[in-house]
């Protein structure tokens, strides 16, 4: 078959009842979901017919039933892939169709048929003989109909119509362009993207369960729904611990409250690195005879937030993550094999990470189990970019999908908590979304809820708090987050000027960092990262040290997460091309990650402190400042400084525009000075801070002495722990004196003093 002939030959033969088929020759041949497995059942990945309908006339043109369409394509392989055969990358593909043949085997006739399908983006409607089996709506989650009348003996005609309108704003698009591949958008997925699948159940089966560990208890609650008659049906469950039977349990048969409780006989945790698994089988039974049987597994794992701290099996585990797309080169949003999820998976792990965000994608289940057999910490996200959620409809799908991805992925013992919005604004659908969303906490208590990775939040009983922050800086990043790690208050975030935005003492990280462009002799086109030219690999290890060295050594802080595990088209800040080859020695990265954090050899450092103002900023009211813009001689930072000759003005200074900036004196060159006097009747502080907005870099002194250098730009104001000021502030008068530099963009310079004391315990 020519199409099929792109698919490696090497690819693994398809898994299933010992009297169906095998094919070797179809690509994603492995059960799609290894966490709830039937043995008998049949891939029908492979090549269909396939066409684009450009005109979205083609049920109205008769194409739901006897049909050929024009070309072919390699499923589960998006048109838009190379391995699809297809390559249509550069084109909009609002519908689409497709058509294949099968054949019912006999070892899955005579029971009912479930028709299954992993993902196709976006609505799916499906035709088996002609027949209209239902319609699905959402890109990344499964959907499954029931065909037992529908299919006939002999030849079998399945019809798939895909529609796929990404600039509708109502559906999630997470990393899919808009329009060409270009930032941080890339090359999009259309209609099947994985596995699909006939699968034979009995009369009564087992149709959905979630697992509860209990690891304290050494149990495994199940909670399982059936469809069919109930009447003289059992569920009977069985757990395995390397192939010996330690818990088994039957019960009757209750519909969707169907319960059972197994005490193990053996316990053992399941833990970040070292995984352990216990095999189940769940069967359906009416007067002890089997009617359905399914495979799966479960890991007894805890998790507790305590104060500001994510506990996993009762211990501070530090989740040293990697931001994971989940994108490839020649399948795009779907790996080319089984193989290829694992060998991501020991990518990361081989440079000292412990998980990954799975970012702005719901990723297929076999990535889920390959976390869950290595032992790899993993966040379930959602792709909320594309959705206009200030419009309700748009909302209405948003929130019926991201339930579906809570059903399917709940059981997975390496699924440590949930973010359903990335980057969200300020606006108040914003906020009604995420009260929306807190019902995430009771679909699944067992796993805390970030309400938006970084930016805003509005949630304020959400259960961590993070930030993204691309700060290049080393000792600027060290900077925002010293007065955390001394107090475990007030961390710096992106949004820190919205009262909804309070920190309330959660467990925190850094969600995003990084995102370095290292500079190689490998030829890989244009591309950017967030440090503009590129490093070499010896500078970019240096600056990666530094930036994740103020991480690791923040007892108050649970982990980070780097940006970002591969390259993706013109995205080129991974760690790994995005074919996978290394860059450089990921095991120089791999010492950098894996020394011990402060918050797993430390305890907590929460201090009571309430702060003052002793030198305001002008974010609320003007200050008056001495400035000029031409360079004053080198004694203009001492407090005898004759400054008289120098322009008053109100602060801040700056340009209109720049983001954050509160403008009381129009700044437009590249360099300025600024100074002030303040006095004080004392210095008995327990903790001095800059509150200061700056873009770019600054250097500030206090009585003559440097007491800060920041470079870069922030975007809004910010308080830094500057122990420093405790040594130069006096008694009575004092002088601050500030130098801005300003290389492009918008610009801006404001500062000020803040001091705490210490509140003691009563």
């Not at 949004?495 to 935005?501: A, D, F, K």
């Not at 490093?535 to 923040?554: C, E, H, I, M, P």
Request: charged residues 20%; hydrophobic residues 35%.
């Amino acid at each position: 078959m020519r199409i099929l002939s792109i698919v490696s030959a090497a690819t693994a033969l398809i898994v299933t009842s010992l009297s169906l088929p095998c094919h070797a020759d179809i690509p994603r041949p492995e059960h799609p979901r290894p966490d709830f497995r039937r043995e008998s059942w049949l891939n029908l990945n492979g090549e269909w017919q396939f066409e684009v309908d450009s005109k979205a006339e083609g049920e109205q043109r008769g194409w739901t039933s006897g049909r050929d369409l024009a070309q072919r394509i390699v499923v589960p392989f998006c048109p838009e892939s190379k391995l699809s055969g297809l390559g249509l990358a550069t084109n909009y593909l609002p519908h689409v169709w497709y058509r294949r043949h099968f054949q019912v085997p006999p070892a899955l006739r005579g029971q009912r048929l479930l028709l299954h399908f992993g993902a196709v983006d976006y609505t799916a409607r499906v035709w088996l003989n002609g027949q209209l089996l239902g319609e699905h709506r959402g890109g990344y989650t499964p959907f499954v109909f029931e065909v037992t009348d529908a299919t006939r003996d002999g030849d079998n005609e399945l019809v798939v119509h895909a529609i796929d309108e990404l600039r509708s704003a109502l559906q999630p698009a997470g990393k899919q362009s808009y329009g060409k591949s270009e930032g941080c958008v890339y090359t999009r997925t259309t209609g099947i993207w994985q596995t699909v699948w006939l699968e034979a159940v009995g009369e009564t089966y087992l149709s959905e369960f979630t697992l509860t560990p209990d690891l304290d208890g050494g149990r495994i609650i199940l909670q399982g729904s059936l469809n069919g008659p109930a009447n003289g049906v059992t569920l009977r469950v069985r757990a395995y611990a390397d192939g010996h039977l330690v818990g088994a349990d039957t019960v009757p048969a209750a519909w969707r409250s169907t319960l059972t409780v197994l005490k193990l006989k053996r316990v053992v945790p399941w833990q970040a690195g070292k995984p352990f698994l216990y095999d189940l089988t769940i069967d359906t039974l009416r007067k002890g005879k089997v009617l359905d049987s399914v495979r799966s597994y479960c890991g007894l794992r805890k998790i507790t937030i305590e104060g500001n701290r994510f506990l996993i099996n009762d211990r501070p585990v530090f989740q040293r993550l990697i931001l994971d797309q989940g994108f490839y080169p020649d399948g795009i949003y779907t790996a080319p094999s089984d193989e290829a999820l694992r060998r991501d998976i020991e990518l990361s792990m081989a440079a000292g990470f412990n998980g990954a965000r799975l970012h702005q994608k719901v990723f297929e289940p076999r990535t889920l189990y390959w976390a869950d057999k290595l032992g790899y910490l993993v966040w379930g996200e959602f792709p909320n970019w594309g959705v206009n959620i200030a419009q309700a409809e748009a909302v209405r799908r948003f929130v019926d999908e991201w339930r579906e991805a809570l059903l399917r992925d709940r059981n997975h013992p390496a699924l440590i908590g949930w973010c359903p919005l990335n980057e969200t604004g300020t606006d108040e659908h914003v906020a009604r979304l995420e009260s929306l969303l807190a019902t995430t906490r009771t679909m699944d208590s067992t796993r805390p809820l970030l309400d938006s990775s970084g930016y805003t939040h509005f949630l304020p009983e959400a259960d961590v708090f993070d930030a993204h922050d691309y700060e290049q800086n080393p000792k600027a990043f060290a900077a925002r987050y010293a007065l955390f790690g001394q107090t475990g208050c007030d961390p710096w975030h992106n949004n820190p000027v919205e009262p909804h935005n309070r920190y309330r003492g959660q467990p925190f990280f850094v969600s995003e960092y990084g995102g370095m462009h290292v500079k190689t002799a490998r030829d890989t086109g244009a591309g950017w990262g967030y440090d503009g030219a590129g490093l070499s690999a010896d500078d970019f290890l240096a600056r990666y040290k530094g930036l994740t060295d103020v991480l690791l050594d923040n007892p108050n802080m649970f982990g980070f997460c780097y940006t970002q595990l591969t390259d993706i088209e013109q995205e080129q800040n991974g760690i790994y091309f995005y074919d996978r080859a290394p860059k450089y020695d990921v095991q120089r990265l791999r010492a950098i990650n894996q020394r011990p954090a402060a918050y797993e050899t430390q305890p907590p450092r929460v201090r009571r402190i309430t702060w003052r103002t002793l030198v305001p900023t002008s974010q609320q009211s003007a200050q008056i400042w001495r400035y000029t813009t031409n360079a004053p001689s080198a004694d203009w930072l001492k407090p005898g400084f004759d400054d008289s000759g120098w322009t008053q003005g109100k602060g801040g200074f700056g340009s209109p525009g720049t983001p954050g900036a509160v403008i009381g004196t129009e700044w437009r060159t590249s360099d300025i000075w600024i100074r002030r006097t303040f006095r004080t009747d004392t210095t008995a502080f327990a903790l001095f801070g800059l509150k200061l907005h700056h873009d770019e870099d600054t250097e500030i002194y206090l009585n003559g002495q440097r007491v800060a250098v920041f470079a870069g730009f922030v975007g809004n104001y910010f308080t830094a722990l500057a122990d420093a000021l405790s040594k130069a502030i006096v008694v009575g008068d004092n002088s601050i004196a500030i130098h801005c530099h300003n290389t492009v963009g918008g610009q801006f310079i404001d500062a000020g003093i803040e001091v705490g004391s210490e509140l003691k315990k009563p």
